[in-house]
């Protein structure tokens, strides 16, 4: 069944959402040891003089506004100042390179720029904007962000308010530029309308309501945090609390008790992985327990019902040890929601074992950016759930000759207009009948559910002329405590390798535990190596044998957005990667 709207652009959704949850709060931001509340009609009138600031400044429908900066609420005021002028926000993430924000900034032609604080406005190059007297410093970090010449003229013309230059469906909102994985960014344009579809369409499954309260971390400017996280809770009248920054998110979670967490698969492997290394601390029986309890967990979700003696674990177990677990991350949280990669099944199951439902969905910025989620009623784990209302998915197995996956094909209201400034980039990626390539393998079973295997471009052919997709291997890989990070590789070669930045917390408590005390240099120490081995064959036992990694090399940096190895969304660099490890990978076929 279609999705039904009653909304045609983000303007009309943010004013009917002003209006009918006026007192109730927005958002909650941490200020020291004090969480301080945001109504949504404190808000409102937040947006409006922040209206007002940019019309004074010049801007006007159509024109491109970039702004840098983490989450935060003006933020969200500076995206709704922009849509109800008609003017097309632009976000940048904090963590990008300085030569991103320029190519970005020049590549939208963008007139004005809203950053974080001076330190950024002078990093930044001035002569990318089209008018450098039009590049506009907002202090974000200011308790009063508007506290300056312009938006003080702006505030006193608030009794005046500009009134909104209304926007249509068929009008850009925003500009959202890829992570860039290889070159340069490219402008997702996606319309009003787009984004509103894919809104509604999400809405229709019932996954959140106007009780549900998030601790936001998800970056907006990732089409995932930007249209489900901020513009689906505020079209629901939920809560958004702001995390302070990910090494908080723990603490804040116990402070905050949300309802629901939007994340990441890395996120969830590291709760995963934390949990696990408290269990091995734990006295026997309690280990007993907690295995007990999960596997008990797992036949009531398969099979609907238990014995008695079942029952009774998993009841004692709930109540002895998940609890206590629920209770680190606030007590309430009922809902995890993952997307933007594949989550491994055994952290979905884990997860939901503990009491908290996991619905898992899959998207991309080129779609706005769900395509399909599992919801109440409907929910497989290990697949990515079924295609939203007003969405179809189809299965391309031209390029693979395979029966089942191939390329996933995705029509509808939410496929953007194309890349900015990019005429063959955008007929390469869209269909004649305005299907968009998602570049991503994938299956769909008997009963419609999406499967994702892997992506086109990282699949290469070993010399045997199988096809390897590292992907999978490396999410199941960083399951393990021993491995923080880890890259496989075969292009073209007789067998996989692996470049492999172990945790060095988790692999020196091993080492230790196998009584190897005389181990000097850890990365260097052959029989650390065989451990390591051992671990990997362990975890990639269920892959096919030609899959499987023989070598290994041991790194001691691990992949991070600042050392350009990881996008802002969290996605391996391979071309990078390879520049600095290559040698390393090369004498793995020596």
Request: neutral net charge; contains cysteine.
């Amino acid at each position: 069944m279609a999705s039904q709207e009653d909304f045609s652009t983000i303007a009309e959704l943010f004013d009917a959402s002003i209006k009918r949850f006026g007192p109730r709060s927005l958002f909650c931001v941490n200020k020291g040891r004090v969480w301080e509340w945001t109504t949504y009609a404190e808000f409102g009138a937040f947006v409006t003089t922040f209206r007002n600031g940019l019309h004074l400044l010049g801007i006007r429908h159509g024109d491109r506004v970039g702004i840098i900066s983490n989450n935060s609420v003006e933020w969200a005021a500076a995206a709704y100042a922009c849509y109800s002028l008609g003017a097309v926000f632009v976000p940048m993430y904090e963590t990008q390179p300085e030569k991103e924000w320029e190519f970005i900034l020049l590549d939208c032609g963008a007139k004005a720029l809203l950053v974080t604080n001076g330190a950024m406005y002078h990093k930044v190059m001035l002569h990318a904007l089209e008018d450098p007297k039009r590049a506009l410093l907002c202090q974000l970090q200011w308790i009063n962000p508007l506290d300056s010449d312009l938006f003080r003229s702006a505030s006193d013309a608030s009794l005046r308010s500009f009134p909104p230059m209304r926007p249509s469906r068929e009008d850009t909102a925003c500009l959202i530029y890829t992570s860039g994985t290889t070159g340069n960014p490219k402008g997702v344009v996606l319309t009003h309308g787009n984004i509103c579809s894919n809104i509604a369409g999400v809405r229709d499954l019932g996954i959140v309501t106007e009780e549900d309260r998030s601790l936001s971390f998800l970056p907006w400017a990732h089409a995932m945090g930007h249209t489900c996280e901020l513009h689906g809770l505020v079209h629901m009248g939920a809560t958004i609390a702001i995390c302070s920054g990910v090494e908080h998110l723990v603490t804040e979670l116990s402070e905050v008790r949300p309802t629901v967490l939007f994340a990441v698969p890395r996120i969830f492997n590291k709760i995963y992985n934390g949990v696990r290394a408290q269990m091995e601390a734990k006295p026997r029986v309690v280990r007993a327990l907690f295995s007990a309890g999960l596997a008990a967990a797992k036949k009531k979700r398969v099979t609907g019902s238990l014995g008695i003696i079942e029952s009774a674990t998993l009841a004692l177990a709930d109540r002895l040890v998940f609890s206590k677990i629920r209770a680190k991350f606030g007590g309430r949280l009922r809902l995890a929601i993952s997307g933007a990669a594949a989550l491994s099944p055994d952290v979905a199951e884990f997860i939901d074992a503990l009491g908290i439902k996991v619905y898992e969905g899959y998207g991309l910025s080129e779609t706005s950016p769900i395509v399909s989620a599992n919801y109440p009623g409907n929910r497989k784990l290990g697949s990515v759930g079924k295609p939203i209302p007003g969405v179809r998915v189809t299965i391309d197995r031209s390029l693979t000759n395979d029966p089942e996956n191939g390329e996933i094909v995705v029509y509808g209201p939410n496929v953007m207009q194309g890349y900015f400034n990019r005429p063959e980039e955008t007929a390469a990626a869209l269909t004649r009948d305005g299907g968009l390539r998602t570049g991503d393998l994938g299956r769909v079973d008997e009963d419609g559910y999406i499967f994702i295997t892997g992506r086109i471009k990282e699949q290469y052919k070993l010399e045997n002329g199988k096809y390897v997709v590292p992907g999978p291997l490396e999410e199941q890989l960083k399951l393990s405590p021993l491995i923080a990070n880890v890259m496989v590789y075969g292009d073209n070669r007789p067998y996989n390798v692996a470049l492999v930045v172990p945790d060095m917390a988790g692999l020196t408590a091993r080492v230790s535990k196998e009584g190897l005390a005389d181990a000097g240099d850890l990365l260097a120490d052959e029989r650390v190596k065989k451990i390591m081995m051992a671990e990997i064959d362990r975890l990639s036992a269920e892959f096919k044998g030609y899959e499987r990694i023989k070598k290994i090399t041991l790194a001691a940096e691990d992949f991070t957005q600042e050392n350009g190895m990881l996008t802002p969304t969290l996605k391996l660099k391979r071309r990078n990667v390879l520049a600095k490890w290559g040698e390393a990978i090369e004498r793995l076929y020596e």
